[in-house]
């Protein structure tokens, strides 16, 4: 079966600790996409990487680090310069960065004190 | 940037009842999507246009560009159908832009 999964679903984190989220596809997709979403709005984008060892800043970057090391890999990392956290975080992907649909994860839902 | 703005933001409906979500955006665009936020959070995408209708079992949807506007119909609504009905936009930037969603209730 091909998807998206994004691991663990829940994640409970100390202030000021780093956390990475994890986000593996086998879809064969060359774009990766990281959204954060909060309630009450509409998910904002995080990075996006078209392809392997390239990646782009989104709408809302800052506190944030992705690598992508594998095509079928794309892990976000939360640092302690995020000042605000607590979200729900979905992962994304895409045939290319072209007009055609996004395949979603089942997303992570950390939780920062 | 383009603003995509939904409504209504929550709706509550009779099983069987005929429902509509409209999704309103700024900026000319590339591509509309429709998509399905079920309580544990994935997300599903249902339609994708750029111009025109589509229909998919129960669930129909329109855009019309001129009036930069789309809605979201299910006809014969069903509990199942409980969820949170997400419209974006793709515009030059090609990037998605997100409405803040719809959350649907159907009761039996």
């Known amino acids: 079966d091909g998807g998206i999964t994004q691991s663990p679903k829940y994640l409970f984190r100390k202030e000021g600790q780093n956390v990475t989220l994890s986000c593996e596809q086998n879809?064969?997709?060359?774009?990766m996409y990281w959204y954060r979403q909060d309630p009450g709005q509409g998910l904002r984008l995080i990075y996006y990487?078209?392809?392997?060892?390239?990646?782009q800043k989104g709408d809302i970057a800052e506190g944030y680090s992705v690598s992508r090391e594998k095509k079928e890999s794309f892990p976000l990392t939360v640092t302690s310069a995020q000042k605000n956290p607590t979200a729900f975080y979905l992962c994304?992907?895409?045939?290319?960065?072209?007009?055609?649909?996004?395949?979603f994860g089942p997303g992570t839902r950390l939780t920062v004190t | 940037k383009n603003e995509v703005e939904q409504s209504p933001q929550n709706l509550t409906a009779q099983e069987g009842e005929f429902i509509t979500i409209n999704c309103s955006y700024s900026?000319?665009?590339?591509?509309l999507h429709w998509l399905q936020q079920h309580p544990g959070g994935g997300i599903v995408s249902l339609f994708m246009?750029?111009?025109g209708k589509k229909k998919h079992g129960r669930l129909i949807a329109t855009i019309n560009i001129q009036e930069k506007h789309s809605s979201l119909h299910i006809t014969a609504s069903h509990p199942r159908d409980s969820a949170v009905y997400i419209c974006?936009?793709?515009?030059?930037?090609?990037?998605?832009?997100f409405g803040s969603g719809t959350q649907l209730t159907v009761l039996p």
């Open positions: 990487s078209q392809i392997v060892n390239d990646f």
């Open positions: 974006a936009v793709r515009g030059s930037a090609r990037q998605l832009t």
């Open positions: 994304a992907s895409s045939i290319d960065r072209g007009p055609g649909e996004q395949y």
């Open positions: 879809l064969n997709h060359d774009a």
């Open positions: 246009l750029s111009s």
């Open positions: 900026v000319g665009i590339s591509a």
